[in-house]
Nanobody, 124 residues
């Protein structure tokens, strides 16, 4: 059974940084497109950033471009989301998800396997 586990969330001040990690149990992340998504209270889940199975393609939501970076660590079977210059509006539960096949839009409906999420709170 495919399982994803997020870690690295927490409380950070505006302007600070966090690095989220997505780990897999039972499969190799490199064979899957991986996405980071977030859901704030009262809002729909949205795509933050996605990376193709080969790692050659990435995309980012306009709201995080230039501040967030998605990357793979193949040796550790991890996918990271490095977040910098964090803003209060980045506060949400962050999820990683996996998708087989083609690298499609970075939207929740395109992804099949989900982790439980990690809370990120940006507040002074």
């Amino acid at each position: 059974q495919l399982q994803l586990v997020e870690s690295g969330g927490g409380l950070v001040q505006p302007g600070g940084s966090l690095r989220l990690s997505c780990a897999a149990s039972g499969f190799t992340l490199d064979y899957y497109n991986i996405g980071w998504f977030r859901q704030a209270p009262g809002k729909e889940r949205e795509g933050v950033s996605c990376i193709s199975s080969g790692g050659g393609r990435t995309n980012y939501a306009d709201s995080v471009k230039g501040r967030f970076t998605i990357s793979r660590d193949r040796a550790k079977n991890l996918v990271y989301l490095q977040m910098a210059s964090l803003k209060p509006e980045d506060t949400a539960i962050y999820y990683c998800a996996a998708r087989e096949g083609l690298f499609r839009q970075c939207v929740p409906s395109r992804y099949d396997y989900w982790g439980q999420g990690t809370q990120v709170t940006v507040s002074s």
